[in-house]
């Protein structure tokens, strides 16, 4: 069986209307992907920065998978969310990137997309925050559905990402 | 057919080289390193304490150490990768000591030279009233054990600032990790060389 190790960090994001934000993140693989060790989600703390203009999380990755085919790549996916000093959440962003497939550090700049909702909603939006979200989070890292949004872009996110594959030569796999 | 170890080494050498914090002046730092439970430290330090230093007094307003960083990891398994946390203490208006910053980075998976810049955050206080007290009683909110910072468990109730930069940079060597079957680096680049660069202009994240 081949492996994949994933060792990293989600370092920050940039490109917020406002950076007291934090991130819910997420790997997703096919049906042939199985997680050795390490979590597979979770949340990062929330930043406010004192001067940069960008909020950073330093949110450590460490996962290990065991593989039998290359269908299903993992595939990192994010939700970006704003907490003002209220301790309302409010939705920024949707990004997801797959998992480089070369082995070595990788600096990957992840681009977010958030709903825009229709005229109406965006000026509520401006003056009481909130706006629509996904019912569905798969539809961050899936392409089914996706011709039914209307969005409109967002930040980005940092990530470092660390890649150790393991008997992949074996199997005659060149990456 | 006799069997194989299956142990491999990492050697990671480096400095816990400059950083910037522009609210404050005479920072010193802790370090230690954190791995999983497959792991084993075989020679040279994991935990240690920088001097005391003042900011430069030019426009750079830099902070350097030049902290001799020395340390051979002995592993079964990548999984557990070990990471440096630094946590920077500055000595505040009353000549306490409060924390400046934790920050967190994996070692470098790929051999060869790497230059991190590493963000350092403080927890926040969860209220006005307590973050007065902090300020007169010097007694900031700070973690208890700061391990906590190299697991991604039990971060989504904490807040943090974020108050400046650290530069790390890591020299980094495997040994016997492509003869268990394990790649860090693409295979057609195994005999090449990328020049690094220096220079004024030569910040951020470099690696070679």
Same mark, same amino acid.
């Given at each position: #069986? ?7 960090? !989600?370092? &920050? $994001? ?9 991130? @819910? ?5 096919? *049906? ?21 203009? $960008? ?7 460490? !996962? ?7 269908? *299903?790549?993992?595939? !990192? ?17 949707? *990004? ?8 070595? #550090? ?23 925050? &909130? &706006?629509?979200?996904? @019912? ?17 872009? #967002? &930040? ?5 990402? *660390? ?9 005659? !796999?060149?990456? | ?13 480096? =400095? ?18 954190? +791995? ?14 920088? =001097? ?8 750079? =307003? ?20 070990? =990471? ?80 400046? +930069? ?43």
């Amino acid at each position: #069986m081949a492996e994949v190790h994933i060792v990293g960090q !989600i370092v &920050g $994001a940039s490109g917020f209307p406002d950076h007291s934000l934090f991130c @819910k993140w997420g790997i997703n693989t096919g *049906g042939a992907w199985k997680a050795l060790a390490g979590l597979r989600e979770g949340q990062t703390q929330v930043d406010t920065p004192q001067q940069h203009d $960008a909020a950073y999380w330093a949110h450590p990755i460490d !996962i290990h998978y065991a593989t039998k085919g290359l269908q *299903g790549w993992p595939k !990192i996916h994010f939700q970006v969310w704003h907490q003002d000093s209220f301790g309302r959440n409010e939705l920024y962003g949707y *990004g997801f990137c797959h998992v480089p497939t070369t082995p070595g #550090m990788h600096e990957i700049e992840c681009p977010t997309w958030r709903p825009s909702g229709s005229f109406k909603e965006q000026v509520s939006q401006y003056f009481l925050g &909130g &706006g629509p979200q996904l @019912k569905n989070p798969d539809l961050i890292y899936s392409g089914a559905d996706r011709y039914r949004l209307h969005t409109i872009a #967002m &930040g980005s996110v940092h990530v470092r990402l *660390g890649v150790i594959l393991r008997n992949f030569d074996k199997y005659g !796999i060149e990456c | 057919k006799m069997s194989q170890s299956s142990v491999f080494l990492l050697m990671v050498g480096g =400095q816990i080289e400059s950083a910037e914090f522009p609210d404050f002046d005479d920072i010193y730092c802790k370090y230690c390193f954190t +791995f999983g439970p497959d792991w084993l430290v075989t020679s040279g330090l994991d935990e240690g304490l920088t =001097q005391v230093t003042k900011k430069s007094r030019d426009d750079r =307003q830099q902070f350097v150490w030049n902290f001799p960083l020395d340390i051979t990891f002995k592993t079964t398994n990548p999984f557990g990768w070990p =990471q440096l946390i630094v946590h920077a203490y500055g000595i505040d208006a009353f000549g306490t000591d409060v924390v400046r910053g934790y920050g967190v980075t994996h070692v470098p998976i790929t051999p060869g030279r790497h230059k991190i810049r590493i963000p350092m955050f403080v927890p926040e206080s969860s209220s006005q009233l307590q973050k007065l007290t902090a300020w007169i009683l010097g007694r900031r909110p700070e973690y208890v054990d700061v391990r906590v910072l190299a697991q991604g468990e039990g971060r989504e109730v904490t807040r943090v600032r974020s108050q400046g +930069f650290l530069t790390v940079s890591f020299n980094v060597v495997m040994k016997d990790m492509k003869k268990l079957g394990y790649d860090v680096i693409p295979s057609e680049m195994s005999t090449s060389v990328i020049p690094e660069s220096v220079g004024p202009n030569s910040g951020g994240t470099t690696e070679t």
